[in-house]
């Protein structure tokens, strides 16, 4: 999508399951990563009573996390090759509470919490990708963010391969996990 202003921001990043935590962070210590705090994220998906964003492959977040409220557009997803992007549209909101208020008189409605404890790694060089850890209630996860050629860089080094990246949501791993265990609460939130 283009503007007036040019391109519109956009994440571009892939997901992993992670089986060995200690031997990531060994990994990602040794490339020259260094992690940063660990926080509780607490994440809010909202739609309206049809569903169109979810039906049209967007969504609005409400992030809730050490203090500071981010609101959040995601537009559709394209992926290549496992490497998912979209537009990111993404703002520091004052009251996470008021925001929900807003968006519920313009008709969206919260239709599915998930929260993860997410511990950032980050790379002196700017020019190399994000990595964050994220623990879940249905197992601990990677994201690897930047553009693409760093990531496909970076995972290759890491020893992940292009097919253990998952271009599924949290939600769509959630549903799926549900599918399997149906005693999961409806949200993906800590017991």
Do not use: H, N
């Not at 964003?53 to 997803?77: C, D, M, V």
């Not at 968006?103 to 060089?125: H, I, M, N, S």
């Not at 992940?160 to 005693?183: I, K, N, T, W």
């Amino acid at each position: 999508m283009k503007t007036g202003c040019g391109e519109l921001p956009r994440e571009t990043e892939v997901k992993f399951r992670v089986a060995d935590r200690d031997a990531l962070e060994q990994r990602l210590r040794r490339l020259g990563a260094v992690p940063g705090g660990s926080a509780l994220e607490r994440d809010v998906l909202l739609d309206d009573r049809d569903g169109s964003l979810q039906r049209r492959g967007s969504a609005i977040r409400i992030r809730e996390t050490a203090g500071t409220a981010l609101l959040t557009f995601k537009g559709p997803k394209e992926i290549r090759a496992g490497v998912r992007s979209r537009v990111e549209l993404e703002t520091e909101v004052g009251d996470a509470g008021m925001i929900a208020a807003l968006l519920a008189e313009l008709g969206l409605q919260p239709v599915f919490r998930y929260e993860k404890r997410r511990t950032p790694w980050r790379f002196g060089d700017p020019a190399r990708p994000l990595v964050v850890i994220d623990e879940t209630p249905i197992g601990l996860f990677a994201e690897i963010e930047g553009d693409e050629a760093a990531i496909r860089g970076l995972a290759s080094e890491l020893g992940v391969g292009e097919s253990e990246f998952l271009p599924e949501s949290y939600a769509a791993l959630y549903l799926a996990a549900r599918g399997q265990d149906p005693s999961l609460p409806r949200d993906m939130v800590f017991r």
